[in-house]
């Protein structure tokens, strides 16, 4: 695209007209010609920098001597920094003009908010040392941005086979108002899908400086691998300049995967210990999962407050135990101090009405004593932490509240000291047997002893005085023959 603008300079040397033609004759004179060769780009962009190509011709037979151009932007038009907007030409001969003519190159950077039109870009030049100046302009052709823009997706994460509301914000910052716009989203890999629609949008119009907000609900696959995966955006348009239709393209992530979710209960009480079931009830694996009985009012832990458990997948379940004891403020126990000169009748009185039992040795008079409450039964609230490794490879703890029966964890208690109890009588009960049967064989073994001495000395003594004496006569009790 070429605009010529003629400008005559006249250097008084010799002026000739040729009156039969109508023309007029430059050649006696100094003819300069300005004009705009080309802009990059062409029309320019708002808010974008242009290059200028200006071209200076010498159209009259005298030589142009010291000439100097100097570019003056003003609004919407300015200067780089840095950039020098007076050049100086120096000598142009005479008739130097198409490919023979001075080109002058310019950068100039166009206001933002201008909207679409066709803008002058002014500039003067003059002889060096003369007085003459002799000022013009050029028309610069510029459009408004393409200035529709994706600039926001409120979701970054997505858990595998849960519908998710998903928005995406299409906003114009350009100068001049969009119209016929259509949005559309894809997943290469159909891991994200749409829901309930396509994934394509329609908006009608967007005024400058206004936003559109487009809603999709979207599911990614339940058996989808954790990871960062990519979606398409695609934005068309009408362009508000020349009526085509525009596009523009690019791209977000999006993260399947997460973090997941427990469900844990309370399963009973075994040997003293309680135990949990602890089952993943999210969409993905956990790794590194710790259960953990956190300080807290009314339970104390007995050994180790943590269970490790490794890696539990999603649907998976397992089960964590403990040795827990109530306290005061978990049971209703509480403590009270026997007034000096409480005996041991005024105590029984007390448990009769109001079931106190004494606690610790009996008192003497005078002392304090404390007695404390019954441990009491029912569902108490128990605060059980569990802290796993997602698959983005996060650490997270998340706190549930379990319900425990007590009534279930103190019978098993009463059934672990009856057992106690139970071996310590079976212990003595022992005891005492082993004593009588090896007592019993001794006794046993003391006579054999002694019976069998009474037959050696009655058989020697029959042997004397009989050798025909045997030990069966002994046995029998025949009497030994005479001789």
Same mark, same amino acid.
């Given at each position: 695209?070429?605009?010529?603008?003629?400008?005559?300079?006249?250097?008084?040397?010799?002026?000739?007209?040729?009156?039969?033609?109508?023309?007029?004759?430059?050649?006696?004179?100094?003819?300069?010609?300005?004009?705009?060769?080309?802009?990059?780009?062409?029309?320019?962009?708002?808010?974008?920098?242009?290059?200028?190509?200006?071209?200076?011709?010498?159209?009259?037979?005298?030589?142009?001597?010291?000439?100097?151009?100097?570019?003056?932007? &003003?609004?919407? /038009? %300015?200067?780089?920094?840095? +950039?020098?907007? !007076?050049?100086? @030409? =120096? $000598?142009?001969?005479?008739?130097?003009?198409?490919?023979?003519?001075?080109?002058?190159?310019?950068?100039?950077?166009?206001?933002?908010?201008?909207?679409?039109?066709?803008?002058?870009?002014?500039?003067?030049?003059?002889?060096?040392?003369?007085?003459?100046?002799?000022?013009?302009?050029?028309?610069?052709?510029?459009?408004?941005?393409?200035?529709?823009?994706?600039?926001?997706?409120?979701?970054?994460?997505?858990?595998?086979?849960?519908?998710?509301?998903?928005?995406?914000?299409?906003?114009?910052?350009?100068?001049?108002?969009?119209? &016929?716009?259509? /949005? %559309?989203?894809?997943?290469? +890999?159909?891991? !994200?899908?749409? @829901? =309930? $629609?396509?994934?394509?949008?329609?908006?009608?119009?967007?005024?400058?400086?206004?936003?559109?907000?487009?809603?999709?609900?979207?599911?990614?696959?339940?058996?989808?691998?954790?990871?960062?995966?990519?979606?398409?955006?695609?934005?068309?348009?009408?362009?508000?300049?020349?009526?085509?239709?525009?596009?523009?393209?690019?791209?977000?992530?999006?993260?399947?995967?997460?973090?997941?979710?427990?469900?844990?209960?309370?399963?009973?009480?075994?040997?003293?210990?309680?135990?949990?079931?602890?089952?993943?009830?999210?969409?993905?694996?956990?790794?590194?999962?710790?259960?953990?009985?956190? +300080?807290?009012?009314?339970?104390? @832990?007995?050994?180790?407050?943590?269970?490790?458990?490794?890696?539990?997948?999603?649907?998976?379940?397992?089960?964590?135990?403990?040795?827990?004891?109530?306290?005061?403020?978990?049971?209703?126990?509480?403590?009270?101090?026997?007034?000096?000169?409480?005996?041991?009748?005024?105590?029984?009185?007390?448990?009769?009405?109001?079931?106190?039992?004494?606690?610790?040795?009996?008192?003497?008079?005078?002392?304090?004593?404390?007695?404390?409450?019954?441990?009491?039964?029912?569902?108490?609230?128990?605060?059980?932490?569990?802290?796993?490794?997602?698959?983005?490879?996060?650490?997270?703890?998340?706190?549930?509240?379990?319900?425990?029966?007590?009534?279930?964890?103190?019978?098993?208690?009463?059934?672990?000291?009856?057992?106690?109890?139970?071996?310590?009588?079976?212990?003595?009960?022992?005891?005492?047997?082993?004593?009588?049967?090896?007592?019993?064989?001794?006794?046993?073994?003391?006579?054999?002893?002694?019976?069998?001495?009474?037959?050696?000395?009655?058989?020697?003594?029959?042997?004397?005085?009989?050798?025909?004496?045997?030990?069966?006569?002994?046995?029998?009790?025949?009497?030994?023959?005479?001789?």
């Amino acid at each position: 695209m070429k605009y010529a603008f003629m400008v005559l300079m006249v250097v008084l040397m010799s002026t000739s007209v040729f009156a039969a033609s109508g023309l007029t004759d430059y050649t006696g004179t100094t003819a300069l010609s300005i004009s705009l060769i080309n802009q990059d780009p062409d029309p320019a962009v708002a808010g974008n920098i242009i290059d200028i190509r200006i071209g200076l011709e010498n159209i009259g037979g005298i030589p142009a001597k010291d000439i100097i151009f100097e570019l003056m932007p &003003e609004y919407p /038009f %300015q200067a780089l920094p840095g +950039d020098n907007m !007076i050049q100086n @030409v =120096g $000598s142009i001969k005479s008739y130097q003009d198409d490919d023979n003519m001075k080109i002058l190159k310019y950068r100039v950077r166009t206001d933002k908010d201008i909207t679409a039109g066709t803008y002058d870009l002014k500039g003067k030049y003059y002889m060096n040392g003369s007085n003459v100046v002799i000022s013009k302009t050029l028309p610069i052709e510029v459009e408004s941005r393409e200035s529709a823009e994706v600039i926001y997706i409120d979701k970054f994460e997505l858990i595998p086979g849960k519908i998710t509301l998903m928005k995406f914000t299409i906003n114009n910052v350009g100068a001049t108002p969009l119209r &016929e716009l259509t /949005f %559309q989203w894809e997943n290469a +890999d159909d891991i !994200i899908l749409p @829901v =309930g $629609s396509d994934n394509t949008k329609y908006i009608k119009y967007i005024d400058v400086g206004d936003s559109a907000e487009l809603e999709f609900n979207v599911i990614a696959s339940a058996t989808a691998d954790p990871d960062l995966y990519k979606i398409d955006l695609t934005l068309t348009y009408t362009d508000p300049i020349t009526g085509s239709e525009s596009e523009i393209t690019t791209k977000a992530g999006i993260y399947v995967g997460g973090a997941t979710d427990f469900d844990i209960a309370f399963s009973g009480t075994s040997n003293g210990e309680s135990s949990f079931a602890v089952s993943n009830i999210g969409s993905v694996s956990a790794s590194s999962v710790t259960v953990r009985i956190p +300080d807290q009012k009314g339970w104390s @832990v007995t050994g180790s407050n943590s269970v490790i458990i490794g890696n539990l997948n999603e649907g998976d379940y397992t089960i964590a135990s403990f040795t827990l004891k109530q306290t005061a403020q978990s049971t209703g126990q509480f403590n009270r101090t026997r007034p000096t000169g409480f005996n041991n009748t005024d105590a029984a009185a007390m448990k009769d009405r109001g079931g106190f039992q004494r606690s610790g040795a009996a008192p003497s008079a005078g002392d304090g004593t404390t007695v404390t409450l019954p441990m009491a039964t029912g569902n108490v609230p128990i605060v059980v932490e569990i802290a796993y490794t997602d698959s983005r490879g996060t650490r997270n703890v998340i706190q549930k509240n379990v319900t425990v029966d007590v009534g279930t964890s103190s019978t098993a208690a009463t059934a672990a000291l009856a057992g106690m109890a139970g071996r310590r009588t079976a212990t003595q009960q022992t005891l005492l047997q082993q004593i009588w049967t090896r007592g019993k064989w001794i006794g046993l073994g003391v006579i054999i002893i002694i019976m069998l001495t009474i037959v050696n000395r009655k058989y020697k003594k029959g042997k004397l005085s009989d050798p025909d004496y045997t030990l069966w006569k002994v046995l029998t009790g025949k009497k030994k023959g005479k001789r």
